[in-house]
């Protein structure tokens, strides 16, 4: 079992930035392909990022590449996405998630076994 809390959300303006951080319980965190996926309101859950246990390969969502980046430290049991030049159409419920069954980072919502309960971020123009 892995719990995971994420913290850092907020208000910012169009142009600004934000780090989410996702703290996970349990000792084998590193085992565990780590994902961030947000959802707007009336829209779907959608992912936007995805990191390898080891860190080494990432993915990102055409929408977010370029602007944000994902990365874990595993020692802090703890996986951020720093999110830069913020747009209005990022705004969402972001959550992370683990992928209990493999290593390996996946963009599929239904890849993951454990969700955070997610942390608000609003862009204003």
């Known amino acids: 079992q892995v719990q995971l809390v994420e913290s850092g959300g907020g208000l910012v303006q169009a142009g600004g930035s934000l780090r989410l951080s996702c703290a996970a319980s349990g000792r084998t965190f590193s085992r565990y392909a780590m994902g961030w996926f947000r959802r707007a309101p009336g829209k779907e859950r959608e992912f936007v990022a995805a990191i390898s246990w080891s860190g080494s390969t990432t993915y990102y969502a055409g929408s977010v590449k370029g602007r944000f980046t994902i990365s874990r430290d595993n020692a802090k049991n703890t996986v951020y996405l720093q999110m830069n030049s913020l747009k209005p159409e990022d705004t969402a419920v972001y959550s992370c998630?683990?992928?209990?069954?493999?290593?390996?980072?996946?963009?599929?919502?239904?890849?993951?076994?454990?969700w955070g309960q997610g942390t608000q971020v609003t862009v204003s123009s």
């Open positions: 998630a683990a992928r209990g069954s493999s290593v390996y980072p996946s963009m599929v919502v239904q890849d993951y076994d454990y």
